[in-house]
């Protein structure tokens, strides 16, 4: 690993030569050909101007960047600038593909509106000649190899909405009838190399783990391992959640799920946005990748890593 990987420290909000030494700059103008940009802040609130900062003015500067260099770029976004995150910002559904950009979404959430501008600023890029590809990753969750995970995990929405699902021993029954969307890191590491190894003209990629998860065999799973967790009406957990909210000692439980509450109190995770990964899945199939389906051996192996980190107690 020493003798190709070479870690140089700087800041992509210091302009586009990120406050790096001279001698650095050179290496990097000269001894690289392709930039992936996994740099942002990625939690759902936070200090506006620091997000901003980071994941629109940095954006910018690494454009500068491979504008000056000839570099081509792979930019990693979300594929919750959908709107798929803001619950029923629609009447009927809408169909978010890899053509498409602005669909009406609603970005009141600081890190998707900053994603979202981004992708604009890499896509006028293109416009303007840069070689460089905007890949919307999913879900990302543990890897499919091992189930090991990011060390921040508590920062991961998904992990502590399970996290407080899981403390509460329940969760709403209308959930059993749809499925989740897991992308396991590894999967999108892969994935996205494969896109890097081949040089094309399509510039938007959806990185999503087509294969969803079927949330009954998902439940049954932690019920075997000892997890016991049921299925309760919407009434049912709204007056759950309001007598937990009201007791000091066990309000931090809920604190994965708070922010998901509606007017009413409920807990809506169902989008009037539907994204679409048709043509991502073909062109990785044609590249010699494929999404693996998600069995009681990954939700083990998942369970088993958080666990072994103290994050659930089970």
Request: glycine share 6%; aromatic share 10%; hydrophobic share 40%.
């Amino acid at each position: 690993m020493e003798s190709r990987i070479k870690v140089i420290e700087g800041d992509i909000t210091k302009s586009s030569t990120f406050g790096i030494s001279q001698d650095d700059l050179h290496t990097l103008s000269k001894d690289i050909n392709v930039i992936i940009n996994s740099g942002a802040i990625v939690k759902h609130f936070g200090n506006t101007k620091e997000f901003e900062s980071i994941n629109v003015k940095g954006v910018k500067n690494i454009i500068d960047f491979c504008k000056k260099y000839g570099k081509r770029l792979l930019h990693i976004s979300t594929i919750s600038v959908s709107g798929i995150d803001k619950k029923d910002i629609m009447e009927g559904q809408s169909l978010f593909t890899e053509n498409d950009l602005y669909i009406g979404q609603d970005f009141t959430n600081i890190y998707v509106a900053t994603k979202f501008e981004a992708e604009v600023a890499v896509l006028e890029a293109i416009y303007d000649g840069l070689d460089a590809q905007v890949l919307r990753l999913g879900n990302i969750a543990n890897r499919y190899s091992d189930g090991v995970f990011q060390r921040n995990v508590s920062d991961n929405g998904f992990a502590t909405r399970l996290k407080s699902f899981i403390q509460i021993g329940a969760f709403p029954k209308y959930l059993l009838e749809h499925e989740l969307e897991v992308t396991p890191v590894d999967l999108a590491a892969n994935s996205i190399i494969k896109i890097l190894n081949h040089s094309s003209d399509c510039n938007m990629f959806h990185i999503v783990n087509t294969h969803l998860l079927s949330i009954p065999e998902f439940i049954q799973t932690l019920n075997n391992l000892g997890i016991n967790i049921i299925p309760v009406s919407d009434i049912l957990m709204n007056d759950i959640i309001n007598g937990m909210l009201t007791n000091d000692e066990r309000k931090q439980a809920v604190s994965g799920i708070v922010q998901d509450l509606n007017e009413d109190k409920k807990l809506i995770y169902t989008s009037s946005v539907k994204f679409n990964c048709d043509f991502t899945e073909n062109y990785l199939k044609i590249c010699g990748f494929k999404w693996k389906k998600l069995d009681k051996s990954y939700i083990t192996k998942y369970m088993t890593y958080f666990k072994k980190i103290g994050f659930i107690n089970y």
